[in-house]
């Protein structure tokens, strides 16, 4: 994959981040440097390890594949891609309440649980990302700017605006790993 297409990508599955921050971010009354840095260092060093660990496996599996095209991983990353993409839309579309109230405690336990959740699915689209055989320095660079962006953002859009903004950031997300889907397909299975 081309770098526009990894941004494409990372960014659709940073979203699932950008609305958890959003609804911690609607709780604080006020937003701190200090947890804001700390929040950021924890999430982009686990979203990085998690794409990098998956992506990793996906080009040790890509290797192993006797197809010299490697149509096979092609079509399964595509296909995670699609799944992926269904997910954060069935998640916007399920839109879950969320209570609003002041809480200027980080819950650090909640946070890191939710975080697990999230480096689940980036971890198997590195997994599909390394299918693709996309250059590792490149995952990790986007990963890492985009899960700092996103939390960063997070917090302040939950903060002025509340946690309404979340259910559009999945279906923008879904939206955006369903393109790459469709892509994966054009460029490397349907050539």
């Not at 999230?118 to 986007?142: E, K, R």
């Not at 917090?155 to 923008?172: C, N, R």
Request: glycine residues 10%.
């Amino acid at each position: 994959m081309n770098w526009l297409e990894t941004i494409l990508v990372t960014l659709g599955i940073s979203l699932d981040i950008f609305a958890a921050m959003e609804c911690k971010g609607a709780q604080l009354s006020k937003i701190e440097k200090k947890p804001l840095v700390i929040l950021c260092v924890l999430f982009a060093v686990w979203q990085t390890v998690a794409l990098y660990l998956g992506s990793a496996a996906g080009a040790f599996l890509r290797m192993r594949e006797v197809s010299p095209r490697g149509g096979n991983t092609q079509i399964i990353a595509a296909a995670i891609f699609g799944v992926l993409g269904i997910l954060m839309i069935r998640k916007a579309w399920k839109n879950e309440p969320i209570i609003e109230r002041r809480d200027d405690r980080y819950a650090w336990k909640s946070l890191v649980a939710r975080l697990s959740l999230i480096s689940t699915w980036t971890l198997v689209l590195g997994v599909a990302l390394g299918f693709l055989g996309t250059g590792t320095m490149v995952l990790l660079t986007v990963i890492s700017a985009a899960t700092v962006i996103v939390v960063i953002a997070g917090l302040h859009v939950g903060y002025h605006m509340g946690y309404e903004q979340k259910t559009k950031a999945y279906a923008i997300g879904g939206v955006l790993l369903l393109v790459g889907a469709v892509d994966t397909i054009f460029r490397f299975v349907m050539v």
